[in-house]
């Protein structure tokens, strides 16, 4: 029985093209590989083109003669003749090679599907989540197959940001993300773009979830529709963290430690109500992970959320991932990465190549080092990044997030002690307050800022935000 998936009289007649006009073969050179083609057969003489082109050598039937000469599938090398007398539609020779590329792709989600199902029922050593996430991405690998569009001159460049003009001026939106809740991002990385990868980074405690919770919301506020992944939290703690933040911008003051305790007013639970009919309306989605899920799995869950919300007219324009270090990779091979710099290299390098494949903004969170504690001054640096080399090489933006409060409580004398009055007066005027250091803007500057962290409502604001004020914050 023929296999619907490969189309021989195409792939004839893309290898009879390629032979009459040399020229095409660096036109479909990036939309399809030897391996690519159904045909064995054919997939070979591909490959012999290449490697002639290559040389800078004619690939024609009479020069690729001898390499077939021996090849009983391609007739002793007449096969090559008759596909140059074949009917060959040059004209057509790029859409016929994208069309070798997509059945392949089919063909090989399609055996990862079958393996899959094999592997369900004889491997039950294999973890399921494992064998699910394979096929995801084998689903991600079929769709994604992209075309390299080719080098471009000086005025084609200037070109570039003659469009992008063009689509500012139609849709503001275009020249990125602006946060509704805190002016500080804005002002110290401009507006986020999609293709890009932003990291925020700190230690245990300073408030790194709290600022890309508070960041996400404050997007989706501004009417960008994003997605939250969480390989830390359950879904209930997420929401908790929601409830208090969202709580706070809509002027309902329960806090965090409320909503985990329980036991509700009334009144309460009224004011939670209201909190989650207007969240619901917000162009924002969850996701909750296990610890150690592969990056690729991740990333075809970010492709299907993509296409989710593009069903629902909204397009995805950023992904908080919280966190890197909680995420798993595997080589080429497919095998488990365990060396924690490779893993983290590879973590980095994939989540990259998602911002950039997939047309979103990534922000991610990564842990500091501990060395952060061993010095006197705690502010973090740029060497404090945990696998620092890609991490830092990789991302567009680097945010540290420091706060003075949390040290000084730690460090906070007796009664009575002849420091105490020194330290009281530091720790007041550290209060509520959240060092955002922009280290990293390969779009701008490297600066500070200081915003203010609420604790209370695991939330992150602009400085000039009351904390008590009894009037919404903002009308979602």
């Not at 020249?175 to 293709?195: C, F, P, R, V």
């Not at 990291?199 to 245990?204: F, L, S, T």
């Not at 209930?236 to 969202?246: P, T, Y």
């Not at 309460?268 to 162009?283: H, N, S, Y």
Request: contains cysteine; aromatic residues 6%.
């Amino acid at each position: 029985m023929s296999d619907r998936l490969i189309n021989q009289t195409a792939e004839a007649a893309l290898l009879g093209a390629l032979l009459l006009d040399n020229k095409l073969i660096l036109e479909v050179a990036d939309r399809v590989k030897h391996s690519d083609f159904g045909d064995a057969l054919h997939g070979r003489i591909f490959n012999a083109m290449m490697k002639f082109q290559a040389k800078g050598m004619r690939a024609d039937a009479m020069t690729l003669r001898p390499l077939f000469l021996h090849d009983q599938d391609a007739l002793e090398g007449q096969y090559l003749d008759e596909l140059v007398d074949s009917p060959a539609v040059v004209a057509g020779a790029p859409a016929i090679a994208d069309q070798v590329a997509d059945l392949a792709g089919r063909r090989h989600a399609r055996q990862v599907m079958i393996d899959s199902l094999k592997a369900l029922e004889d491997d039950l050593d294999r973890p399921v989540d494992e064998i699910c996430a394979q096929v995801e991405a084998a689903g991600y690998e079929a769709a994604s197959h992209t075309i390299d569009d080719g080098s471009s001159d000086g005025g084609d460049m200037i070109g570039f940001v003659e469009a992008r003009d063009d689509r500012i001026n139609s849709d503001p939106g275009a020249a990125g993300m602006s946060n509704a809740l805190i002016d500080e991002i804005d002002q110290g990385l401009g507006y986020l773009e999609t293709k890009t990868y932003n990291i925020i980074a700190g230690r245990p405690g300073m408030g790194k979830s709290a600022l890309a919770g508070s960041a996400a919301l404050g997007y989706a506020l501004s009417g960008h529709a994003g997605l939250c992944i969480n390989l830390e939290m359950s879904k209930e703690q997420s929401g908790i963290r929601l409830a208090a933040d969202a709580g706070f911008a809509l002027g309902v003051k329960l806090t965090a430690s409320q909503l985990r305790k329980g036991g509700l007013s009334r009144q309460d639970r009224a004011d939670l109500t209201i909190i989650r009919e207007k969240v619901k309306l917000l162009p924002l989605k969850f996701r909750s992970l296990q610890p150690d899920t592969d990056i690729r799995r991740i990333w075809s869950i970010v492709a299907r959320e993509k296409a989710l919300f593009a069903a629902r007219g909204h397009k995805l324009a950023f992904v908080v991932l919280d966190y890197l270090g909680l995420c798993s990779a595997t080589d080429a091979e497919g095998r488990v990465i365990d060396d924690t710099r490779k893993k983290m290299n590879t973590v980095s390098k994939m989540v990259k190549r998602m911002a950039s494949e997939l047309d979103v903004c990534v922000i991610a969170l990564a842990q500091l080092s501990r060395g952060v504690e061993a010095r006197q001054d705690k502010r973090p640096m740029m060497s404090d990044l945990k696998e620092s080399g890609d991490l830092e090489q990789d991302a567009d933006s680097i945010t540290m997030v420091y706060r003075e409060e949390y040290y000084l409580q730690q460090s906070e004398p007796k009664a009575g002690d002849k420091d105490r009055e020194s330290w009281e007066a530091e720790y007041q005027a550290s209060r509520d307050k959240v060092d955002l250091l922009f280290v990293k803007n390969r779009h701008g500057r490297s600066t500070a800022k200081q915003a203010k962290f609420l604790g209370d409502f695991v939330a992150v604001r602009s400085r000039d935000v009351d904390q008590f004020s009894d009037t919404p914050h903002f009308a979602f």
